[in-house]
């Protein structure tokens, strides 16, 4: 529910503030195809809502880049043939490198 992420999302800003943030939208193979790209809209401003609301964590949040979204949704199926996972490992991994060149590199 939103009610969760949002408290997930403001636990995190409070007790981690120099986390990484990637929100994942699970099951997106289950979403009609047709509808994915109004839910993904929906689902982008309902974050960006929050994210005005608990502006610390625009500085924590990775976006995705390629879809334009504050989010990245996952076909957990395999229908896109890991596209959707490989995204995510991208993004995953540019946060590490991120992590690495500051204090936690030294």
């Known amino acids: 529910t939103w009610d969760a992420l949002e408290w997930w999302l403001a636990s995190i800003v409070v ?3 120099n986390s ?3 929100i994942v939208g699970t099951h997106e193979d289950c979403l009609p195809e047709a509808s ?4 993904h809209a929906e689902v982008h401003q309902r974050i960006t809502a929050f994210c005005k609301k608990l502006p610390e964590l625009n500085e924590q949040l990775h976006i995705n880049e390629t879809g334009q979204l504050c989010f990245f949704p996952m076909d957990n199926s395999g ?5 959707s996972a490989k995204l995510l490992q991208r993004a995953v991994e540019a946060m590490v490198a ?3 060149q ?5």
Not at 36 to 39: E, L, T
Request: charged share 20%.
């Open 15 to 17: 007790h981690a503030p």
């Open 20 to 22: 990484p943030v990637a």
């Open 36 to 39: 994915r790209p109004s839910i």
């Open 79 to 83: 229908v896109d043939s890991g596209r």
């Open 98 to 100: 991120k992590l690495l």
């Open 102 to 106: 500051g204090t936690l590199g030294k």
